[in-house]
Structures are given as C-alpha cells and as structure tokens.
C-alpha cells in the first residue's frame, strides 16, 4: 500500500499553472529522486505532499498513520539545546518509554504489600523494558553521535549551544535530527548541500540503507546515482517516471524519446500519404474514398512532436589571447590565521590548459587559495607568480562581482559599454534572460540566475585563465550541463573548487587534494581518485589483518600501554557480558518466584520479591548503559 498518493493534482499561483494532472506515489522504503530545472515545482511538489500547500483540482491520499519528516532549505532552529542534546531530542518515543519506565517503578515501590497489584505492575513494566530495548533505548546516544561525527561534527561540536551554530551547521544538525527520527517517509531538499565530499560520502552510505521511503531533490547526480533507486523528473506541468538511478534513468528517456520520435515519424509519414492521395482523387472518381480517409484523418489523435532540445544557457567562450606556458607557480606556499594554519609548503605548477579541480573538506582553505591567486588575499610565506600573458576571469561562490543596484541589461553593459544591445540581449538569451527578464534588478534574481549571469560576464572579459568557485551552486541539472558542456570547448587554463563530483568528472583531468596532513596534487578524474583511495583502504585492511596473522604466531611484543589497556577493556567488556548474563538469570528467578501461587499467600514475600525485581531491573539498565561505553571506547 502506498504511503502517499497524488491523484490528477493540478496547482496555481495565480494565473500561472505550476502542476497540472498529477498522478504519483511512492511505495514504502523506495527511495525516489525528485529532479527538473529550477522553476518546475519540485518545492511545490513537496509542501503538497507534507499539507503545507493544497491542490487547487485533485486530491492528496495519506496513510492514516503516516509520520513525514522535512528538510527545508530556509528553516532554522533555535534551541537552547547544546548540539548532542538536540539530536536526542529526536528519540521521542524511546523518551516517552524512559518517562514510562520511571513512573512504572515508582507505581511498584507503591504497590509494596499488595500482591495483586504488584503483579499486575511488574507485568506492566516487563512489558515496556522489552520495548524500550526494542526501541533501541541501550544505544541512541551511540547512534546520535555516530551521525552527528558522520555529518561532520567534532567531539568538541557536540557541546556547543545550538544558538552559536553557522547557517550550514543548523542545516546539518536538522539532516541528522531527521536522520534518527522514525519518521515513515523523508522529504529532503539537497540534504547535501552544506557538506564536504567527505560528509556526502557518509550520507550516501546512510541514505542507502535507511528503511524509510524517501524522497530526494538534488542537482548532484553522482549523489543521486548513490543514493536512489528511482528517478521522478518533472517537465512541462507534469512528471515522469523512470527506473533505476540517475544515470540509467537518463538512459531510459533517452530509450523513450527515440521511440517517441519513430512514433511521431511514422505518424507523420501516415498523415502525409492520406492527404496526397485525398488531394489527387478528391474530384475523381474515388471520391468516396478521399473523403472517407479525410474523416479518419480528422478523427486520427495526433502524435505531440517530442521537444529533443530544452532552453538551456548556451555558453561559449569566445575568442582570447594565448597565455605562456607556465601559467600559475605556486612555491612554498602557507596560509595561517592566528595559531591555525590552512596549509603549507604547497609546491604546484599549472601549465597551458591543465584542467585542475580542488576538493577537501570545508574550512581547508580552497576557497583561500584561490582567492590568493587572484590577489583578494595574500600568503603568509611563499610565493604566488602568474605566467606571460595571463588574464584570470574569477568566479566567486557569493558572486561579488555583481551589482545588485544594476539591471541585468547594465550588468553586462559595465563590462563592454560600446556593445550594442542587440549583442547584448543576444548573449543574455543564451543565459535564458528573455524578453522583460533583461530589465530586472540584479538583487531580485535568484541564486541560479545570478550564478548565470555572472558566468555570461566572465565571457564578455574573456579570460585565459578561469578560476571558479563553486560554479554549480544553485544551478540546476540543465545549467551544469551547459556549463560543462562549454567548459570541455574552452581552449584556456581551468581551476576549479566544486563539491559537484560528476561536474568534476566532466570538467578537470587533475586534482589537489586538501586533507588534514596536507594539500596532495593527483593526476586523473575525481572517480579514478576514489577508486584508488577505496583501492588503498582495502589493501590497509587486508594488511591489518596479516599483521595480526603474523603477530599472532609470533611471540608476545614489548610492551606496550596502549594494548594492555585495550586488554584491559576487553576484560572489562566480558566481565560486564557476564554480570549482565548473572542478572538477567536473577531476574528471571525473581519473576519465577512472583509467578508461583504460594508467593502471594504471604504480603512480606510478595514486597520483598517484588523489590528485589525492581532493583535487578535497574542494576541491569545501569550495567548495559556501563556495557555500551566500554564497547564504544573499543570500537573508537
């Protein structure tokens, strides 16, 4: 039975139609991939669903019991929380349970003396231990903190007041929160767009196995490939619905217009037949004939042409001078704020048309870097040297070069004032700024058309060097392409910082790498830099493990205090298995005492029984919650 179901949904604002007809529905556990260009509805399409909004024709179907949890874009918390606490505040049934516990121990030492009632309350609290473990109440703080490290938080993070967190943190902290709820189905609304690669790589892993149904809108197709197995796309006022993940779902349309097109083709060829023959014998003696082929014509449901071409900017970078071959030395190169260094004795050189990506972490200083080479920053040590002949064209993630006073005709007046505006409507239009769109004002244009328009005035400058910042950010699918599609014709040199990995594959044939102990320069795609880092653990793994082989047949080591405490830990684990065996054995004792007849022919055993239970019950909570911290250290 599906979890949710829209049936002929249509939705206005205004005049304008945002949805229309809309029939769809997602299965329990399916993990769907909602995409389409910005503007398609994919943000209506989720408030429809949580009743945020209402359908202006149709009806939205629930289940009765259906729990949906939503990450937004703009939402903010404003706990008073610390971060740790925050995301405990997710486990509310298990909460709930905890609160029962309480209450049924306290009925029970009330109960002392009456052994009907004791029975009768023991019973109740057995009931409610077993689903507070069901539940997961001996391990939700592990858990909690295991997603909180994954999404990037440190040990230091956890105590931090909710209230001191960057925009991008809360948005972090209210993923994970989502994360551990028991929510039936997640809307998540480009979960990861505030995370490092690192932090992204984890939530895949997550994601994948997470029993919930999902719903997914992101413009990251390596993480839509990773994460979902169904693609939802919605074009033109209605959807589609393909199988499989990104990349095989984008395989599958393809399939699908081909056989649209023979479709249309064939249909067309038909039509052109029928009416050269109605046009030949119309006033000949198969008159009859001509006129009954008209009336089938005219009945005959028409085939739409399939649009194989979608409005999408058109990039192209135009003519430029040629640079020397050194294009960007960087020597020996350091950059510290206060005691805290982003990096040092950085040693790289890019020639004539290296395509190099930056990736790391957040905070390891990519952006920095760049801002270095194009002087919005100066090194701490070393050296930065351009080579003969460089013109860098710089594109920021905040996209300072652009002024929000200006329209978006100005805007790119300011570059080249002698264009005529033809020229310059021309170029906007293959940004997708038309008609009246060219006059608006630059500070009420979206994130994604600003991101284009900046791009377009980095190709009226004509740099041979581009330096990038995040260009993807608030692009849709279809703009990245285009970008991606220009910058493989671009003739000059490329650096670019992009969390977007497919946008890397697609773009860069080198890497620098920015990690804790360093900044590492890799020769090939990002996909072959992973495989050979996945290659690189397994081998560690694999060596591990005939280490331990090995040590095993030896003799024993020296010394060494850190083994002997882990021996220490592991003493201390089994000890604690087995007092935790001792007690449940008690405790089943105990209640074997409580169900005999004879116990409660006497008041002073029933209490004293009935005491001696709740203690064991407790003394069992303390030794798995002493249980789990010994196990937690071993593992860490």
């Known amino acids: 039975m599906a979890l949710l179901s829209l049936h002929k949904v249509t939705k206005y604002y205004g005049a304008q139609c945002v949805l229309q007809g809309i029939g769809w529905g997602i299965d329990p556990g399916r993990h769907v991939g909602l995409i389409g260009a910005n503007g398609t509805g994919k943000t209506t399409m989720l408030q429809l669903i949580t009743g945020d909004l209402s359908p202006d024709e149709g009806e939205v179907s629930r289940r009765r019991d259906l729990r949906v949890g939503y990450l937004t874009q703009d939402a903010h918390l404003t706990s008073t929380n610390s971060v740790l606490d925050e995301a405990l505040s997710s486990f509310e049934r298990i909460h709930e349970l905890e609160r029962q516990l309480r209450q049924a121990e306290s009925a029970l030492e009330q109960a002392r003396g009456d052994a009907e009632e004791t029975e009768r309350r023991l019973g109740q609290y057995g009931r409610l231990e077993e689903a507070y473990e069901r539940a997961g109440g001996y391990t939700y703080q592990h858990r909690a903190q295991t997603v909180l490290h994954g999404l990037g938080f440190t040990d230091n993070d956890l105590s931090l007041p909710v209230r001191v967190l960057s925009g991008g943190q809360k948005t972090r902290l209210r993923l994970g929160k989502l994360l551990l709820g028991d929510a039936d189905l997640l809307l998540l609304d480009e979960p990861e767009s505030h995370l490092d690669v690192a932090a992204t790589e984890w939530l895949e892993e997550y994601i994948t196995d997470h029993p919930a149904a999902i719903l997914l809108v992101s413009h990251d197709r390596y993480f839509l490939d990773r994460t979902v197995n169904r693609i939802t796309e919605l074009e033109d006022l209605g959807l589609e619905n393909f199988p499989g993940n990104y990349t095989q779902a984008m395989a599958v349309k393809a399939e699908r217009l081909k056989a649209r097109q023979r479709e249309y083709d064939q249909q067309q060829a038909f039509i052109k037949e029928r009416e050269e023959f109605i046009r030949r014998t119309i006033e000949g003696v198969k008159t009859k004939q001509a006129q009954g082929r008209r009336s089938h014509l005219a009945r005959l449901e028409r085939i739409e042409k399939p649009r194989t071409k979608h409005r999408t900017a058109s990039l192209n970078f135009g003519s430029m001078k040629r640079s020397g071959r050194d294009v960007l030395m960087l020597e020996d190169l350091s950059k ?292 789990e911290v010994v196990t937690m250290e071993l593992e860490d």
């Open 336 to 627: 510290s704020y206060g005691t805290r260094t982003l990096f040092s004795e950085l040693d790289f050189i890019q020639h004539l048309g290296d395509r190099v990506g930056l990736i790391g972490y957040n905070g390891a200083g990519k952006t920095t870097l760049l801002r270095m080479i194009v002087g919005q920053e100066t090194p701490s040590t070393g050296t930065i040297r351009l080579g003969t002949g460089v013109d860098i064209g710089y594109y920021d993630q905040e996209r300072a070069s652009l002024t929000g006073e200006r329209s978006v005709l100005n805007e790119l007046w300011s570059v080249r004032p002698a264009m005529n505006e033809g020229a310059v409507r021309n170029l906007l239009g293959r940004f997708l700024f038309r008609g009246d769109d060219v006059f608006k004002q630059v500070s009420l244009l979206s994130g994604g058309e600003q991101g284009r328009l900046a791009l377009a005035k980095l190709i009226l400058e004509e740099p041979n060097f581009l330096v990038l910042d995040e260009p993807t950010n608030h692009l849709d699918i279809q703009s990245r392409q285009a970008l991606e599609h220009a910058l493989a014709d671009y003739p000059g040199t490329l650096m670019v910082a992009s969390h977007d990995r497919y946008f890397l594959d697609q773009t860069v044939n080198a890497l620098l790498v920015f990690e804790q102990d360093g900044v590492s320069h890799w020769e090939g795609t990002y996909s072959e830099y992973r495989a050979f880092k996945e290659e690189q653990r397994l081998a560690a793994a694999k060596e591990k493990e005939r280490e331990k082989a090995s040590r095993r047949k030896r003799e024993p080591a020296a010394y060494d205090p850190r083994k002997k405490e882990r021996k220490e830990q592991r003493m201390m684990a089994e000890a604690l298995e087995a007092a935790i065996r001792k007690k449940e054995a008690e405790i089943a004792r105990l209640e074997g005492d409580l169900g005999e007849e004879g116990t409660f022919s006497d008041h002073e055993t029933v209490s004293r029984v009935g005491n001696a239970y709740v203690r064991a019950r407790q003394e069992l909570e303390d030794l798995y919650v002493e249980w």
